[in-house]
């Protein structure tokens, strides 16, 4: 989750600068 890009979904983990990270 921490190497996906910002703005990923809930389920995909998002990302450290995403909106809602799911398992960050």
């Known amino acids: 989750a921490d190497r996906r890009p910002a703005g990923g979904g809930a389920r995909d983990g998002g990302g450290r600068r995403g909106t ?4 960050l």
């Open 20 to 23: 809602r990270g799911g398992r």
